[in-house]
């Protein structure tokens, strides 16, 4: 009988462990602007406890860079560390095709409440040189590429939950968001470029601008550069400001992607 005991306490504790852990995901906020988040399976009782945390991105092999670094937990500070595909493949690993980036939390405490399923923002990054094709992706734990580097490479997500002791509560990817592919960037911008429509051209007094999305900014350059004005009102641009003359419309959509068009202007 009391080992029959021990073995329903023993499989309830294990079954109430199971059920407390976070996911790990990749969300895109914009253009080349992104942010790792972590989705809990369960509700919080009270505020939790987050001590370090760390992951790796994997990004298509070359001039690609991570910059922008800012954490989303009270101000807290993370690190990053870069080990390109030639470094990799120097230590055994990986095929030459990806660079990895290593991010760490140092260990410290934010306190928070959270629901199940929840996007908590750990960190938002950009990445330079827009690269237009490849993935950036969440390297998995059980990958041989962090498997050949001993655990250096590791998701996890040390918390002290219960306030006994800080565990790892990481358990894996989430469903969705292990991956985003830059060559959507690039098919996004095509629609925007083929659809969007300024008419009249010429014009005299006002220009309407027809986008296949929200616009966030519109921009007016004469023909050496000049900023020259910046309309607030996008459904009908009053241009009688504007001198005769050639000039740029750059439009910028809600997701920063930006098309250039030659407006004339007739007086």
């Not at 690190?79 to 470094?87: K, L, M, N, P, V």
């Not at 923002?121 to 734990?141: E, H, M, Q, R, Y």
Request: proline share 4%; charged share 15%; net charge negative.
């Amino acid at each position: 009988m009391k080992n029959l005991y021990f073995s329903i306490v023993f499989i309830i504790t294990v079954l109430f462990s199971y059920g407390q852990a976070y996911e790990f995901g990749i969300v895109h906020v914009n253009s080349f602007d992104f942010k790792v988040v972590a989705i809990p399976d369960f509700d919080s009782s009270g505020n939790t406890d987050i001590s370090d945390v760390g992951f790796t991105l994997m990004l298509p092999a070359g001039n690609a860079d991570i910059t922008n670094v800012v954490g989303q937990l009270s101000g807290r500070a993370w690190s990053t560390s870069e080990f390109d595909a030639a470094f990799l493949t120097g230590q055994g690993l990986g095929d030459g095709t990806r660079d990895a980036w290593l991010f760490n939390l140092p260990p410290g405490q934010t306190l928070l409440a959270h629901t199940t399923g929840q996007q908590i923002d750990l960190v938002t990054f950009t990445v330079s040189n827009t690269p237009g094709s490849g993935v950036i992706s969440l390297l998995d734990n059980s990958d041989p590429i962090a498997t050949g580097a001993g655990g250096v490479l590791n998701s996890f997500y040390n918390s002290n939950i219960d306030n006994t002791t800080t565990q790892d509560y990481y358990s894996g990817i989430a469903a969705g968001l292990g991956s985003f592919d830059f060559a959507t960037l690039g098919v996004l911008d095509e629609i925007f470029n083929a659809h969007l429509k300024i008419y009249p051209n010429p014009a005299s007094d006002y220009i309407n601008i027809v986008s296949p999305g929200e616009i966030g900014m519109v921009r007016f350059f004469n023909m050496i550069g000049e900023l020259v004005l910046t309309p607030r009102n996008f459904d009908r641009i009053n241009v009688r400001s504007l001198a005769s003359g050639m000039y740029f419309v750059e439009v910028t959509d809600g997701d920063d992607r930006k098309a250039l068009r030659k407006v004339v202007i007739e007086r």
